[in-house]
Nanobody, 126 residues
Framework: QVQLVESGGGLVQAGGSLRLSCVASLRSFSSYRLGWFRQAPGKEREFVAAINRNGASTLYTESVKGRFTVSRDNSKNTMFLQMNSLKPEDSAVYYC???????????????????WGQGTQVTVSS
């Protein structure tokens, strides 16, 4: 059974930083492309960042470019999201997602991810 577990969320002041982690119980972790998504209250879940299978290629939504960095450690079955210069509008539940794929490109599409974590809350105070 595939399990993704996020951690690292919390309450931080605007301008601060947080580092999210996503640990996956996946065989052949390096065969999965990974993504981060977020959902704020009353809003649809949206794409944040994605990384391909070997970590060489990444994508970001425009609003987080230059502030967030996605990375992965395939030896530890873990993906990270380093979030700097946080803003109140970054407040949301953050989810990690995994897609087993032969395509070594990151994906922004939620429908392509078939494995999801339970989420971790990030709250940024102004």
């Amino acid at each position: 059974q595939v399990q993704l577990v996020e951690s690292g969320g919390g309450l931080v002041q605007a301008g601060g930083s947080l580092r999210l982690s996503c640990v996956a119980s996946l065989r052949s972790f390096s065969s999965y492309r990974l993504g981060w998504f977020r959902q704020a209250p009353g809003k649809e879940r949206e794409f944040v960042a994605a990384i391909n299978r070997n970590g060489a290629s990444t994508l970001y939504t425009e609003s987080v470019k230059g502030r967030f960095t996605v990375s992965r450690d395939n030896s530890k079955n873990t993906m990270f999201l380093q979030m700097n210069s946080l803003k109140p509008e970054d407040s949301a539940v953050y989810y990690c997602a995994a897609d087993f794929s032969v395509i070594n490109l990151p994906s922004t599409s939620q429908t392509e991810y078939h494995n999801w974590g339970q989420g971790t809350q990030v709250t940024v105070s102004s």
